[in-house]
T-cell receptor, first 113, second 114 residues
Framework: KQEVTQIPAALSVPEGENLVLNCSFT??????LQWFRQDPGKGLTSLLL?????REQTSGRLNASLDKSSGRSTLYIAASQPGDSATYLC????????????FGQGTTLQVKP | EAGVAQSPRYKIIEKRQSVAFWCNPI?????LYWYQQILGQGPKLLIQ????????DSQLPKDRFSAERLKGVDSTLKIQPAKLEDSAVYLC????????????FGPGTRLTVL
């Protein structure tokens, strides 16, 4: 059974700092991994989707890496801004090839001005 | 392109009452998911539809939860009767094409059961 863990659960950093969020999964037989952002009281916004054949995906100040063999992904945020404050969730496909997602519990990020 | 629409955005009910949520996926998206997100946790799948057929409802508490997707477009999720532990955000997501494709989420419905 696939399980996804995110560390740390919460993180507070000063504005401008570079930071890394971690995601680990127990079953390495995944075909992609997705990172989402969730603002308080809002739905999920997709940030990056990494296919299993890729090792990295970049979007602006965000860079996500995927290491299937070790069951890990990282989300790197460069030059953090107060507007980056949100909960970040990673998700991998569950078993059965239906596309359902198994989520971690999220990392809540606070960027202080 | 319009995103996934959900209503209502917020709902407060007493325990043992019934409630229904509505989702309109992105146009042309054949696959629709309902997830439940309890405070402090990641979303968990309740039910998945492919067009108007159920693909996976193994995690749906069928004694109180029901869902339908008539005509393969809009979907409704119902809870009857509600329990305190049903307090959560209910998220609808949709995707097109194969299971490798990205899912797009709606804003969610926040349910509070008193």
């Amino acid at each position: 059974k696939q399980e996804v863990t995110q560390i740390p659960a919460a993180l507070s950093v000063p504005e401008g700092e570079n930071l890394v969020l971690n995601c680990s999964f127990t079953d390495s037989a995944i075909y992609n991994l997705q990172w989402f952002r969730q603002d308080p009281g809002k739905g999920l916004t997709s940030l990056l989707l990494i296919q299993s054949s890729q090792r990295e995906q970049t979007s602006g100040r965000l860079n996500a890496s995927l290491d299937k063999s070790s069951g890990r992904s990282t989300l790197y945020i460069a030059a953090s801004q107060p507007g980056d404050s949100a909960t970040y969730l990673c998700a991998v496909p569950g078993s059965g090839n239906t596309g359902k997602l198994i989520f971690g519990q999220g990392t809540t990020l606070q960027v202080k001005p | 392109e319009a995103g996934v629409a959900q209503s209502p955005r917020y709902k407060i009910i007493e325990k043992r009452q019934s409630v229904a949520f509505w989702c309109n996926p992105i146009s042309g998206h054949a696959t629709l998911y309902w997830y439940q997100q309890i405070l402090g946790q990641g979303p968990k799948l309740l039910i998945q539809f492919q067009n108007n057929g159920v693909v996976d409802d193994s995690q749906l508490p069928k004694d109180r939860f029901s869902a339908e997707r008539l005509k393969g477009v809009d979907s409704t999720l119902k809870i009857q009767p509600a329990k305190l532990e049903d307090s959560a955000v209910y998220l609808c997501a949709s995707r097109t094409g194969g299971s490798y494709n990205e899912q797009f989420f709606g804003p969610g419905t926040r349910l509070t059961v008193l």
